[in-house]
Structures are given as structure tokens and as C-alpha cells.
């Protein structure tokens, strides 16, 4: 089965300031383009089963039907959600921000 997925404009924005944070403010290309991979990987991952992913751990996400997807070997996290065969990402974040604000 395969999912469309739908990055919102919001997504994309947060995905370019995490990017643009690693490239130019920490100098560190290669942490950027590991990060850039990992959410390819998840991207894959989305369209072909988005339901391997765990429910959201923030309890008001979780009722509202958000699942996280964590960007493998780093600290970020991707929020979306399901609505039958649309994957809608929402979100991405580091791990430890409050982001269940910031939705």
C-alpha cells in the first residue's frame, strides 16, 4: 500500500531552520546532510507504512491522533498524522522542545 504524503508549509520551515542552524551556525555540514538523509529515510518509510511509527508521547497529541517519527541517531523529531492515505507531516522538532506549544 502506498501513503501520499503532504509536508506542510510549516514542516518545511522548521526542517530548513534545523538545516540552516547545523550549516551555519554550528559549521557542521556533515551533521546537516546525515540530518537531511534521515528524514529521507523517514519520508520513505511514511509512504510505505505510516503506522510503524509509535503514537505521540504528549498525551493531548496522542488523543488528537499525532504519531512521531525520531530521525535515527539524532535527537529530532518529525509529528504527523494519518487521514486514510494521506500522511500529513506537521512538525519537526529536537526532542527537547516543548513542541506540543509550537503546533
Wanted: proline fraction near 1%; hydrophobic fraction near 40%.
Amino acid at each position: 500500500m502506498h501513503y501520499n504524503l503532504i509536508i506542510t508549509d510549516r514542516a518545511d520551515e522548521l526542517i530548513d531552520e534545523r538545516v540552516n542552524y547545523l550549516v551555519n551556525r554550528l559549521k557542521n555540514q556533515q551533521a546537516a546532510a546525515h540530518l537531511l538523509d534521515g528524514i529521507e529515510q523517514i519520508y520513505d518509510r511514511l509512504e510505505e507504512n505510516p503506522y510503524q511509527f509509535a503514537d505521540c508521547r504528549d498525551i493531548f497529541l496522542k488523543s488528537k491522533g499525532y504519531k512521531e517519527a525520531v530521525v535515527s541517531d539524532m535527537d529530532y523529531i518529525m509529528i504527523f498524522r494519518i487521514e486514510e492515505m494521506d500522511v500529513l507531516v506537521v512538525g519537526f522538532f529536537h526532542q527537547l522542545e516543548n513542541y506540543n506549544l509550537k503546533l
